[in-house]
């Protein structure tokens, strides 16, 4: 059974994370610790939480949606996966 729990919905109150909190979020997602949190589960699985988290519920097309603008606005280096730093500046603006 797939652990339905959103984990950064604790979280979702903070106006800012600290490193601490940002490395347990990377580890979180980073489930393959390739340094990268990339398209397919793990890509899916951060930022159908992160629309849960801030109170938006999502269809599968609006997650693809969500993950296409995403890319666009994150991924600087545009190699289609977020590194440490893009998820740093996705979360703390």
């Given at each position: 059974?797939?652990?339905?729990?959103?984990?950064?919905?604790?979280?979702?109150?903070?106006?800012?994370?600290?490193?601490?909190?940002?490395?347990?979020?990377?580890?979180?997602?980073?489930?393959?610790?390739?340094?990268?949190?990339?398209?397919?589960p793990e890509l899916d699985r951060?930022?159908?939480?992160?629309?849960?988290?801030?109170?938006?519920?999502?269809?599968?097309?609006?997650?693809?949606?969500?993950?296409?603008?995403?890319?666009?606005?994150?991924?600087?280096?545009?190699?289609?996966r977020l590194d440490f730093a893009?998820?740093?500046?996705?979360?703390?603006?």
């Amino acid at each position: 059974m797939a652990d339905t729990t959103n984990f950064l919905a604790k979280y979702s109150g903070l106006r800012s994370l600290g490193l601490e909190q940002l490395n347990e979020i990377w580890g979180h997602y980073d489930t393959d610790g390739s340094g990268y949190i990339e398209v397919g589960p793990e890509l899916d699985r951060f930022l159908t939480d992160l629309m849960k988290a801030g109170g938006m519920s999502a269809t599968e097309r609006e997650v693809e949606e969500f993950i296409e603008g995403v890319l666009e606005m994150f991924d600087l280096d545009q190699d289609g996966r977020l590194d440490f730093a893009e998820v740093e500046e996705l979360l703390n603006g």
